[in-house]
């Protein structure tokens, strides 16, 4: 099968949740189909000359991404416009032009576009089967619902305003879309019922074998959480963390460190002792290693957690809030610990950091949870089967 695959964000290095996803879907294609791959990148995170490497693809062309700018002329136009404005003023003509091109010049039998972006250069298709992968409508309805202020409630139900009806209007040009968890398909269901049938769960997984050789060396008290301020869910869940939830734990344990991995984008944190910075770290696989706990205090978003299920493949236990662990097939006191009060919060961190058996309890079966609902050897198949079905309509 030939494959045009549309890609927001170019997988290489897989330092997010969108590329590790991305890259882990092409390496699975690549060894079974054809796959071109149409990617924007940022200049700043890949070279051209690592990006020329990439092998999971047979033919491969990228384009530089320019993030949103609301103050641009597209975007203020795009107050007034039904389209969400965030899409206007983000479209390449570039990138349009190229996916015209090719697909005037070459047979293909299915396009994989790759989240809301690239699903939005859908009037290029010409028709051909096409899935949309990784419909996320979580967010954008808890931005809207549950927003800090008013002027950020109001912007939030503008912007599902505009993109429900936008959805209304994209869907029906798919044959199959894709989700990362039954609560993200209720939702789509909930919303859209007249697509229902073409809503799929394929969720976020990781690469055991990724995982095995990593070393394992515990370094004193550490909290790890890793996750880019640039999505605002992670920055509000440091904000709520540290404010209310932190200072409880240094209290009964005064030398526990936070470590926060990931783009901080100058945003500002409550002032509190113990806690370091890391910005991207090139092996965080070993940084969240050496950690005690994983926190996912998140309050708000969509889909499955990634940076959960990696802590669980690494063996280190996680305490997450009941929208931190949203999504996921797992167990309080079984195979992670939730708590949505920041005493309850602190409570299990400080519980994991003082009881080892209970820890290594935690840890234990976290780890055989996701080797065996969350690794991608098992869902690249169900997602081979995906294609079957989108191309046999």
């Known amino acids: 099968m030939k494959i045009l695959f549309l890609s927001r964000w170019f997988p290489f290095p897989a330092d997010n949740g969108s590329k590790i996803r991305i890259h882990n879907l092409l390496k699975g294609l690549s060894a079974h189909h054809e796959v071109t791959l149409f990617s924007f990148y940022d200049p700043g995170e890949s070279s051209l000359d690592a990006i020329k490497r990439y092998p999971y693809c047979t033919q491969l062309k990228v384009v530089p991404w320019k993030p949103f700018d609301a103050k641009s002329k597209r975007a203020r136009i795009g107050l007034f416009s039904k389209s969400p404005r965030s899409l206007l003023d983000t479209h390449s003509s570039q990138m349009e032009s190229l996916i015209r091109e090719v697909l005037s010049n070459e047979q293909f039998d299915v396009i994989i576009a790759s989240q809301l972006t690239m699903a939005s250069y859908y009037p290029a298709f010409g028709g051909l089967p096409a899935i949309f992968e990784e419909i996320e409508l979580g967010l954008y309805i808890d931005q809207a619902l549950h927003g800090g202020n008013w002027f950020e409630q109001f912007r939030g139900r503008l912007t599902w305003f505009k993109l429900e009806r936008?959805?209304?209007?994209?869907?029906?040009?798919?044959?199959?879309?894709?989700?990362?968890?039954?609560?993200?398909?209720?939702?789509?269901?909930?919303?859209?019922?007249?697509?229902?049938?073409?809503?799929?769960?394929?969720?976020?997984?990781?690469?055991?074998?990724?995982?095995?050789?990593?070393?394992?060396?515990?370094?004193?008290?550490?909290?790890?959480?890793?996750?880019?301020?640039?999505?605002?869910?992670?920055?509000?869940?440091?904000?709520?963390?540290?404010?209310?939830?932190?200072?409880?734990?240094?209290?009964?344990?005064?030398?526990?460190?936070?470590?926060?991995?990931?783009?901080?984008?100058?945003?500002?944190?409550?002032?509190?002792?113990?806690?370091?910075?890391?910005?991207?770290?090139?092996?965080?696989q070993s940084m969240i290693a050496s950690c005690n706990v994983s926190i996912a205090p998140l309050w708000s978003g969509g889909g499955t957690r990634l940076k959960i299920l990696e802590a669980m493949a690494l063996g280190t236990p996680v305490v997450a809030t009941s929208k931190g662990a949203e999504g996921l097939q797992i167990e309080n006191g079984e195979n992670i610990l939730i708590a949505d009060q920041p005493e309850k919060f602190a409570q299990a961190v400080i519980r994991i950091l003082s009881e080892r058996e209970f820890k290594d309890f935690i840890a234990s079966n976290a780890l055989q949870l996701v080797k065996n609902h969350y690794d991608w050897r098992a869902m690249i198949p169900k997602f081979l089967g995906f294609l079957e079905k989108a191309t046999a309509v």
């Open 166 to 284: 936008y959805f209304l209007q994209l869907l029906n040009s798919f044959v199959l879309c894709t989700v990362v968890s039954d609560r993200e398909r209720e939702i789509v269901i909930k919303n859209f019922p007249q697509h229902a049938k073409k809503i799929e769960v394929l969720p976020n997984c990781v690469n055991m074998d990724d995982y095995q050789a990593t070393v394992k060396t515990i370094k004193g008290s550490r909290l790890i959480f890793s996750g880019s301020f640039r999505y605002r869910p992670n920055y509000h869940a440091m904000q709520w963390f540290i404010r209310y939830a932190f200072p409880l734990i240094l209290e009964k344990i005064p030398d526990v460190q936070l470590v926060i991995t990931g783009d901080h984008a100058n945003l500002p944190l409550p002032q509190t002792k113990n806690i370091t910075l890391a910005g991207y770290v090139d092996d965080i």
